[in-house]
């Protein structure tokens, strides 16, 4: 996961292909268990719950900051307790290192909370 940490993400506007499932697969083992590809291969995601309303809106917001630093922003659906936070890079339709990036920064704000 440092590895991916400490990468920026860099503008993706299309022109790309998406990462190979063996590519994605290979990046997915460098975050959180509790992350898992979509099962059309385009995204990633997990599901982040939480004890009370104020907590999940904090960490949401805090996915939301990281979103802004990074200029890639996740699809987020959040209720009382919980946040599911999905990642896919939407210019190339599919999965960049950008949602690795982003996912391993989110691992990062759970692991220091």
Same mark, same amino acid.
């Given at each position: 996961?440092?590895? &991916?940490?400490?990468?920026?993400?860099?503008?993706?506007?299309? +022109? =790309?292909?998406? #990462?190979? @499932?063996? $590519?994605?697969?290979? #990046? #997915?083992?460098? #975050? @959180?268990? *509790?992350?898992?590809?979509?099962?059309? *291969?385009?995204?990633?995601?997990? $599901? /982040? @719950?939480?004890?009370?309303?104020?907590?999940?809106?904090?960490? %949401?917001?805090?996915?939301?900051?990281?979103? %802004? =630093?990074? +200029?890639?922003?996740?699809? &987020?659906? =959040?209720?009382?307790?919980?946040?599911?936070?999905?990642?896919?890079?939407?210019?190339? *339709? *599919? &999965?960049?290192?950008? @949602? /690795?990036?982003?996912?391993?920064?989110?691992?990062r704000l759970i692991a220091d909370a």
């Amino acid at each position: 996961m440092t590895e &991916l940490v400490e990468r920026k993400c860099v503008p993706c506007e299309g +022109g =790309v292909e998406p #990462l190979k @499932d063996a $590519q994605a697969k290979s #990046l #997915l083992s460098k #975050l @959180d268990s *509790g992350w898992e590809i979509t099962t059309d *291969g385009k995204a990633i995601r997990r $599901q /982040f @719950d939480f004890p009370a309303f104020g907590r999940t809106m904090a960490f %949401t917001n805090a996915v939301a900051w990281v979103a %802004t =630093v990074e +200029g890639h922003h996740p699809d &987020l659906k =959040v209720s009382y307790s919980r946040c599911v936070v999905i990642y896919t890079t939407h210019s190339i *339709g *599919g &999965l960049s290192d950008n @949602d /690795f990036i982003c996912a391993a920064k989110i691992d990062r704000l759970i692991a220091d909370a």
